[in-house]
């Protein structure tokens, strides 16, 4: 199994650009989630998804949209990027919304806007 | 509002000592606590974890300590080791909810 994996590792963008973080699992996963991580402030949950079409917002969702339209994919959207979106963004699955189940991260996105 | 605070942010330990890390919540609700560990370049991984009916877990070298009455938790890492230089998250959250809700997280670097 590949395990979660992201793309792109890296990305830098202008103020006002759109883009697309792409995050995939091999586990059958039900669970799907988007964290950023900043200095200081751990990691933040931006969406999450408990299965195919059902999505939902975390801490921080403002500025990013989510779809879940398989198991396998679960892709987060900045529709107009600004430079406080600037982060290292992970995505995380695990078998089901229960939280006590084991969480695998990706290996991250690191994200600077410009 | 941040319902988990970590400290310390930095710690610097020598080989073969004892690197302690805490937590502490303020949801009395949370019942499952989990640790992760990251190292650079990485995403987290889980660690350990506990729930508040046992006091202490122990996987090796790595054991939670957790103090209900005072809503507080932490890591101890005994022996470190240079290959535990790392960044340590705890987090806290409901079981049966969905959300885990991260600490800051600390930068452990374990001098040889």
């Known amino acids: 199994n590949a395990g979660v994996t992201q793309t792109p590792k890296f990305q830098v963008l202008k103020t006002g650009q759109s883009m697309t973080l792409q995050c995939a699992q091999d586990m059958n996963h039900e669970y799907m989630s988007w964290y950023r991580q900043d200095p200081g402030m751990g990691l933040r949950l931006i969406h999450y998804s408990v299965g195919a079409g059902i999505t939902d917002q975390g801490e921080v969702p403002n500025g990013y949209n989510v779809s879940r339209s398989t198991t396998e994919d679960f892709p987060l959207r900045l529709l107009s990027a600004a430079p406080s979106q600037t982060s290292v963004y992970f995505c995380?699955?695990?078998?089901?919304?229960?939280?006590?189940?084991?969480?695998?991260f990706g290996p991250g996105t690191r994200l600077t806007v410009l | 509002q941040q319902q988990v605070k970590q400290s310390p942010q930095s710690l610097i330990v020598q080989k073969g000592g004892i690197s302690i890390i805490n937590c502490a919540y303020e949801n009395t609700a949370f019942d499952y606590f989990p640790w992760y560990q990251q190292f650079p370049g990485k995403g987290p991984a889980l660690l350990i974890a506990?729930?508040?009916?046992?006091s202490e877990k122990k996987e090796g070298r790595f054991t939670i300590s957790f103090n209900k009455s005072a809503k507080q938790f932490s890591l101890h890492i005994m022996d470190s080791q240079p290959g535990d230089s790392a960044t340590y998250f705890c987090?806290?959250?409901?079981?049966?909810?969905?959300?885990?809700?991260f600490g800051a997280g600390t930068r452990l670097a374990v001098h040889p």
């Open positions: 987090a806290a959250a409901l079981i049966g909810y969905n959300k885990l809700i």
């Open positions: 506990i729930r508040p009916d046992v």
């Open positions: 995380a699955s695990r078998w089901d919304r229960r939280s006590t189940d084991t969480q695998y």
